[in-house]
């Protein structure tokens, strides 16, 4: 079956950088444009991040532009997102999301938690 797998989360203070990893099984990868959303508590998911199938163009946007990276590779189906420069308003649920033709797939989320 289908499944999106988000790892790497965790506790940091501000500053600190992380990677999330998201590994894929149960379709076919490297024809799914894949994006991370995130929500923080009280808000709505909001997206992002986003690549496409290939890897050859990546856009990030928002208030995580200039320090977040996503990336991926296909060989291992699994999407990365790099954080750097994390800030106490980045604390939330990452979630990584499939999309091609249909309905598009999530993982479960990692909590990301950007605490002094």
């Known amino acids: 079956q289908v499944q999106l797998v988000e790892s790497g989360g965790g506790l940091v203070q501000p500053g600190a950088s992380l990677r999330l990893s998201c590994a894929a099984s149960?379709?076919?990868?490297?024809?799914?444009?894949m994006r991370w959303y995130r929500q923080a508590p009280g808000k709505e998911r909001e997206l992002f991040a986003a690549i496409t199938s290939t890897g050859n163009i990546t856009n990030t946007a928002g208030s995580v532009k200039g320090r977040f990276t996503i990336s991926r590779d296909n060989a291992k189906k699994t999407v990365y997102l790099q954080m750097n420069s994390l800030k106490l308003e980045d604390t939330a649920v990452y979630y990584c999301?499939?999309?091609?033709?249909?309905?598009?797939?999530w993982g479960q989320g990692t909590q990301v938690t950007v605490s002094s």
């Open positions: 149960g379709f076919t990868f490297s024809r799914y444009v």
């Open positions: 999301n499939a999309w091609w033709v249909g309905p598009a797939y």
